[in-house]
């Protein structure tokens, strides 16, 4: 204790720099500027996967006029089945990596009565519409250019 206080009265700065109290809050303090490019340091977050797997092979045996029994055969339930719209469908794939999207799809497939008219999203088969024209079967392509001539 004499050595201390001895220490103290030479040089009073000697006692507080042997506190390993001091250098720990400065370290912390110039850590927590870092603590955006510190991400080993947050939370594990898990990979979550949710919604309807879509692939391009059940995108491609979409025909239009199949029925709805046909659809969820192909397809699977849908993941948004609106009460109020019961002419739409909606599949959406989400993969996440902790907060990162890795994928994500989104299908809409439209009925007419029980029939199969329309499908949007992010991949469609080559028949669906890309507006709001339904397809043209060749019947009504050859009228048309028939009443043009």
Known sequence: MPDQIEAWN???MALH???PLIPLTLALVLLSGCSGSLSFLSAYRIDVEQGNIITPEMIEQLQPGMTRRQVRFVMGTPLIEDTFNTDRWDYRYFLRNGNKTLQESKLSVFFEGDALVDVTGSEVPDWAS???????TDAESGEQEQTEV
Do not use: I, M
């Open 130 to 136: 890309t507006g709001t024209e339904e397809p043209q």
């Open 17 to 19: 720099l042997r506190s």
């Open 10 to 12: 030479q040089n009073p």
